[in-house]
């Protein structure tokens, strides 16, 4: 196992750095999972299964979250530690959004024959992803 951190690059720095922040993404991770999947429950419940109503206000809400963490990540380099950029980039926003989930549940839309819902999902999924990514960097810039 080792050996193929280090063939990663993973051990680089120090082992006790290494460990520090896997840490810090590993903890960021089990919240944004966490949340992840109580949201999806959560708006699954409100509205239904018929379409992927949970994986996509998780998505869209972690594309701001990322647009307004990483601008003021960028902004305010000496101000947001190494390790919060881990926490939260990495570990959090990494593990409370879904490519994997998205990407199946296309499939299982275009399986069942629904054409439109699919196309209505990939398109608005990009489209808003894009549009609340921008609306979290100019609410970061707002604040610097």
């Known amino acids: 196992m080792v050996a193929a951190l280090r063939g990663w690059g993973l051990f680089r720095f120090s082992r006790n ?12 991770g ?12 959560w708006v699954t419940s409100k509205l239904g299964a018929t379409f992927p109503f949970g994986t996509l206000v998780i998505n869209l809400s972690g594309c ?10 960028l902004q305010r380099a000496t101000l947001i530690p190494p390790e919060a950029r ?19 549940e296309i499939i299982r839309l275009l399986e ?19 549009l609340l990514t921008y609306l979290g960097v100019i609410a970061a810039r707002a604040l610097g």
């Open 17 to 28: 750095r290494i460990v520090w922040e896997l840490l810090w993404v590993g903890s960021g």
């Open 30 to 41: 089990f919240f944004g999972a966490i949340s992840r999947y109580a949201l999806g429950n």
């Open 64 to 73: 701001f979250i990322l647009g307004f963490f990483g601008t003021l990540a």
């Open 86 to 104: 881990l926490l939260i980039a990495v570990g959090f926003v990494g593990a409370y959004t879904t490519f994997s989930t998205f990407s199946f």
């Open 112 to 130: 069942e024959n629904n054409l439109v819902l699919a196309l209505a999902y990939v398109l608005g999924s990009v489209l808003f992803g894009l």
